[in-house]
């Protein structure tokens, strides 16, 4: 491209050169003859003047005293009626540029000059045209090298950029290089590498929230078929599968809901639902798992409370909640269940050594962890509780005290009781 644009740029000097400077040669070199005829036509006529003069007043006319009055290298003749020719200076040889003037008192001078030296003068122009013309091709070659250095430059950088984005790394790179089209073509990349960092980072997310709600039920499910497998009773393997395919129904809310938050995540399915029901479910769901640990799980608080929200999302947080404290907690875990103005609050809290307090104000973070796991329960329990309108928060950290926070107004009857208001 470099090479196509310094020899784009010489053609177009070249051809603008030969075509003004054929015609500045010509129209110089045409002025210059006529110049030089003039200055012999003038020449002469200033000679014949002085001849007059002299003739009036009955003065010699002679070579002698005419010599100082004639230029360099030209060449006059003067003739006197009745006199032999005066010669003054000497005679060129080859082609001359001639001039004849009449006098007043009968006589003719007559002035030569070589056309060597009009042809010095021309060749002095054509000169000086040619060096302005090399310098102007000089400094159209150094202008196509640095136009063709600033084109080809940003286009490299900007196919890299391209081949870094088809690569997998989608950092934009923010560089601008002073020509409008380029810069536009930049903007659109640094646009799509963000729209593509988005999309990798929403499935990276996507696929780590998956791993971690999808294993709560799976570890359920596979807990109520080691149940099946072990038993012979007709009556308990009728119970478990009834409940391993209330499991089944469960990974599929979850995958639902999960595909659901990829494509919008502030879309929810809230509905008014018995929140007892909820927690008992969870209750009997991580009984086995408290069991098998050693310690216990119970319930307490206000019952019969309806909330507003999705239950399986509301299951997926307290599900969260009640691994953490699995793994992270002590002691018998408690989940409590108040009301607190238009919400309804479930609290979940152990008898643990709570939380550090360098993670106090980073729990909810994604990859914020006081063990060995994957830091991410937390986060998505967070961001399922706000996808229906509620919230979760840590109202405690030592003994630690989680609190998921939802309302008991559905959000149409909430906007209807708002519009009342500001009528009234």
């Excluded at 003039?38 to 005419?66: N, P």
Aim: charged share 25%; aromatic share 2%; no cysteine.
């Amino acid at each position: 491209m470099r090479r196509r644009l310094i020899q784009s740029t010489l053609a177009v000097v070249l051809i603008v050169i030969a075509v003004f400077g054929v015609s500045l040669v010509i129209v110089e070199t045409r002025t210059i003859s006529d110049s030089a005829r003039e200055r012999v036509r003038s020449e002469a006529v200033r000679l014949a003047s002085i001849v007059d003069s002299r003739l009036i007043v009955e003065e010699q006319v002679t070579a002698e005293i005419l010599s100082d009055q004639i230029t360099e290298d030209r060449y006059a003749v003067i003739r006197i009626p009745g006199k032999p020719p005066i010669e003054v200076g000497d005679k060129p040889d080859g082609d001359v540029i001639s001039a004849t003037a009449p006098g007043e008192e009968g006589e003719t001078v007559t002035v030569q000059e070589p056309r060597s030296s009009v042809t010095r003068e021309v060749a002095r122009t054509l000169l000086i045209i040619g060096l302005v013309a090399l310098l102007a091709v000089i400094a159209a070659v150094l202008l196509a090298i640095r136009q063709a250095n600033r084109l080809a430059s940003p286009l490299t950088d900007l196919a890299e950029t391209a081949e870094r984005l088809g690569s997998g790394d989608p950092r934009p790179r923010h560089r601008r290089y002073g020509v409008p089209e380029l810069d536009r073509v930049a903007d659109v990349l640094d646009s799509s590498a963000e729209r593509i960092a988005r999309m990798l980072t929403a499935e990276r997310r996507l696929a780590a929230d998956a791993s971690h709600q999808l294993r709560t039920p799976l570890t359920a499910l596979s807990m109520r078929l080691e149940e099946i497998t072990l038993t012979d009773d007709p009556d308990t393997v009728k119970e478990e599968a009834t409940i391993a395919l209330t499991q089944v129904e469960r990974l599929t809310d979850v995958v639902q809901r999960l595909l659901t938050n990829s494509r919008d995540p502030r879309t929810g399915s809230a509905v008014t639902f018995e929140l007892d029901e909820v927690i008992q479910q969870q209750l009997a769901e991580w009984r086995p798992a408290y069991r098998s640990a050693g310690r216990a799980i119970v319930s307490s608080g206000k019952r019969n409370l309806r909330a507003v929200g999705t239950p399986g999302a509301v299951a997926q947080v307290l599900a969260a909640l009640i691994e953490n404290s699995l793994m992270h907690g002590g002691g018998t875990v408690a989940l409590r269940t108040r009301v607190t103005g238009n919400q309804v609050v479930v609290e979940v809290t152990d008898e643990g050594a709570g939380v550090p307090a360098d993670l106090g104000a980073r729990i909810f973070e994604r990859a914020i962890s006081g063990r060995n796991s994957t830091g991410i329960g937390l986060a998505v329990a967070r961001d399922l509780a706000e996808a229906d309108g509620g919230r979760l928060e840590m109202l405690q950290a030592k003994p630690p005290v989680f609190g998921l926070f939802l309302s008991r107004t559905p959000p149409q009857t909430a906007r209807e009781d708002t519009g009342r208001q500001t009528v009234r």
